[in-house]
Antibody, heavy 121, light 108 residues
Framework: EVQLVQSGAEVKKPGESLKISCKGSGYSFTNFWIGWVRQMPGKGLEWMGIIYPGDSDTRYSPSFQGQVTISVDKSISTAYLQWSSLKASDTAMYYC??????????????WGQGTLVTVSS | EIVLTQSPGTLSLSPGERATLSCRASQSFSSSYLAWYQQKPGQAPRLLIYGASSRATGIPDRFSGSGSGSDFSLTISRLEPEDFAVYYCQQYGNSPPTFGPGTKVDIK
């Protein structure tokens, strides 16, 4: 069974750093792109970026380029999303999700349960 | 960046009725790259349709997708109680992939 299990909720202060994780299991982790999607409170879905665990090829949305870093440790089948300096506007639910296949141009077919990040002074 | 517009914002219907949701794009793209997702409160989105008209694994056949160019639609032939949710379209052929703002289907 394909599963993406995300790390738990975080409460941080503005300016702090954060790295959240997404562990894949039940499939060949290195052969499927994994992406991150933001959902701000009461709002819609925003595509942030994707990474191919096989070679760490990474693509970002211009809206998130430079604001976050997506990385992967294929030895433990885990993808990461990190911030170096959080802002209150980063408060949101963050989902990781797997592409339907090995292409970079596919929808997300399996999703993690989401990680709620709250940034407040 | 392709901007997707979904209409209506909210669709109020009764169980058993037919729902038709629209997704329009700011520019044309291949229908091979259009998906629909369903999201219920407190849950992650679920892939329903990809390639504009192909149902994802395990999706009931009351869900169907159609369209081409810049005009796409999702139809739910007969609404079941579990279908009341928010629906998002997504294009994934042009970079960056983008989602529409969503259509909420609620109980009339």
């Amino acid at each position: 069974e394909v599963q993406l299990v995300q790390s738990g909720a975080e409460v941080k202060k503005p300016g702090e750093s954060l790295k959240i994780s997404c562990k894949g299991s039940g499939y060949s982790f290195t052969n499927f792109w994994i992406g991150w999607v933001r959902q701000m409170p009461g709002k819609g879905l925003e595509w942030m970026g994707i990474i191919y665990p096989g070679d760490s090829d990474t693509r970002y949305s211009p809206s998130f380029q430079g604001q976050v870093t997506i990385s992967v440790d294929k030895s433990i089948s885990t993808a990461y999303l990190q911030w170096s300096s959080l802002k209150a506007s980063d408060t949101a639910m963050y989902y990781c999700a797997r592409h339907l296949g090995g292409s970079s141009k596919l929808p997300f077919d399996y999703w993690g349960q989401g990680t709620l990040v709250t940034v407040s002074s | 960046e392709i901007v997707l517009t979904q209409s209506p914002g909210t669709l109020s219907l009764s169980p058993g009725e037919r729902a038709t949701l629209s997704c329009r794009a700011s520019q044309s793209f291949s229908s091979s790259y259009l998906a629909w997702y369903q999201q219920k409160p407190g849950q992650a989105p679920r892939l329903l349709i990809y390639g504009a008209s192909s149902r994802a694994t395990g999706i009931p056949d009351r869900f169907s997708g159609s369209g081409s160019g810049s005009d796409f639609s999702l139809t739910i032939s007969r609404l079941e109680p579990e279908d009341f949710a928010v629906y998002y379209c997504q294009q994934y052929g042009n970079s960056p992939p983008t989602f529409g703002p969503g259509t909420k289907v609620d109980i009339k």
